[in-house]
């Protein structure tokens, strides 16, 4: 008789291996959680948005675009 015996998998949590979701940013709440997060460390919104490569404008609006999904999400 020949027995089949579970090992785990080791470093590997369920679907994908640990560290697969390096980019703590992937999301609309975390685009906002970054954009928090600079602020808080006392960039501007000016600074923030080059940082991003385009203008306020653009900045606000994707920020209220990522508010949006949230709430859609929640």
């Not at 008789?1 to 390096?22: I, K, V």
């Amino acid at each position: 008789m020949t027995e089949l015996e579970h090992y785990g998998t080791p470093r590997r949590s369920g679907r994908y291996p640990w560290g697969s979701g390096d980019d703590p940013y992937q999301s609309a709440d975390s685009f906002l959680g970054m954009v928090k997060e600079l602020q808080s460390k006392g960039l501007t919104e000016v600074e923030i948005a080059k940082g991003f490569g385009m203008s306020t404008g653009e900045l606000r609006n994707r920020k209220s675009i990522a508010k949006n999904e949230k709430r859609a999400a929640d």
